[in-house]
């Protein structure tokens, strides 16, 4: 057994995946083959969602079913709108999906039946109620009145509807919707591998999902988009951006948004992103955050070599749509469900228990001394 350390488990292939291939040598990320790039351009979300999780994309006959499924699923129990209106205000809005997660996995009646078929009913079911409880959050902590789901809207319109009480335009609705089709899926990142280790001790769907929203949480991961935003505010306007940048380069920070473990010369997922962040802000009238995004990006590529990732261009297109900051990653979570659901039911499939090893750096053998004699 050898003995070398990977720090991070860098660099290692701990499985074989059909999900989807991350490729940074060719700048590109497939999910079930198709490029994420194409299916931006022609696909919807649910569409995406359906491909990830049944391996297909889905004819018109198929889509309808799997969305009417989808819609049928997102009210809550009256037990979780109350668990929600009970807690605290100042909750962050990643724990409140993560213990929404938690406990519709004590209300759900297939919660101990994980074979492949109620898997995959629990995880629409998962994908479905998610975003209503972080909306019903939403409003509940701002004082306005709970806004019950609408089945005659999509997805990403009834997400909008949910929060805002309205529905945007199209154009606004189709920059969501590509955002969710991009967070989608993205092979064995942290929060994956978090669900898949979860999976691996024949646990549950709804502890692997939850497990995996506290993994996303983190600003090495997930919790970068709202890093971005608070940074972009700092900066404030245009004008600071190259003196802001230059000083946190000298004083060796982390600058959010940059770099990713895989993709070492750019993130494949950033051009798409970035365009569609360029039509909000345009619908918007608002290019501030565009051009300081310009020039962090220009300087960081530049001075470091170190490219933007996802949640460079996502966090501010969320601003401008009118999210809260705090809500970046929670909108992050309810598309990845998608991503990790397939993880775990590809887990399950082909389960091998997840159990690395340790090199011992602690005391030598010691003799344990009674109480009264220490
Ligand atoms: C994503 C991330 C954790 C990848 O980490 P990693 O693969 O372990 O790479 P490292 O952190 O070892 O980075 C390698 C080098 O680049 C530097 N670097 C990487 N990302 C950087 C960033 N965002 N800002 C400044 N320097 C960065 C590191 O300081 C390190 O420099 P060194 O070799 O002089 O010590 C890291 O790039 C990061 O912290 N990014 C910011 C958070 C973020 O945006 N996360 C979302 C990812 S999708």
Redesign the pocket.
């Known amino acids: 057994m050898s003995n070398v350390i990977k720090k ?1 488990l ?1 660099g290692i292939v701990v499985d074989e995946t059909e999900i989807s291939k991350v490729m940074p040598e060719i700048n590109s990320l497939t999910y079930r083959g198709y490029s994420a790039q194409d299916l931006c351009a022609a696909c919807k979300f649910e569409e995406v969602a359906y491909l990830i999780l049944n391996k297909d994309l889905p004819n018109s006959i198929q889509l309808k079913k799997f969305e009417k499924e989808e819609r049928d699923n997102r009210g809550l129990t009256k037990n979780l709108y109350e668990i929600i209106k009970h807690m605290p205000k100042k909750s962050h809005p990643m724990d409140v999906a993560r213990t929404a997660v938690s406990v519709m996995g004590l209300e759900d009646k297939e919660t101990s039946n994980s074979s492949p078929e109620a898997n995959l009913r629990k995880a629409i079911r998962i994908f479905s109620k998610t975003p209503t409880a972080l909306a019903a959050f939403y409003r509940i902590r701002k004082g306005q009145k709970l806004i019950k789901p609408n089945k005659n809207l999509s997805f990403s319109e009834n997400f909008f509807y949910m929060c805002f009480g309205k529905v945007p335009q199209k154009e606004i609705v189709k920059a969501f919707d590509v955002s969710l089709i991009l967070y989608a899926e993205h092979s064995f990142n942290v929060s994956t591998f978090t669900a898949r280790t979860i999976t691996s001790s024949l646990s549950d769907i709804h502890g692997a999902i939850t497990g995996a929203i506290a993994s996303l949480k983190g ?4 919790g ?1 988009n709202e ?2 935003m608070h940074m972009m505010k700092k900066i404030k306007k245009p004008e600071n951006a190259l003196k802001w940048i230059k000083n946190a ?1 000298s004083k ?10 895989v993709y070492k010369s750019g ?1 494949s997922r950033v051009p798409t992103m970035r365009e569609y962040f360029a039509k909000v802000a345009k619908i918007k009238k608002n290019k501030n955050y565009e051009k300081i995004y310009d020039i962090i990006e220009k300087t ?1 590529i530049k001075e ?1 070599n ?1 490219y933007p ?4 261009p996502t966090g501010p297109t969320y601003h401008l749509m009118g999210f809260d900051t705090d809500f970046f990653t929670p909108i992050f979570v309810t598309s990845r469900i998608i991503g990790w659901s397939a993880h775990i039911m590809e887990q399950h499939a082909a389960n091998k228990l997840i159990r690395p090893l340790a090199k011992y750096k602690g005391n030598k053998y010691r003799q344990v001394i009674q109480l009264n004699q220490r």
């Open positions: 991070g860098l600003p090495l991961h997930g970068a890093e971005v380069l060796k920070q982390v600058v959010m948004g940059f770099g990713h473990r993130d960081m470091k170190i990732n996802i949640d460079f």
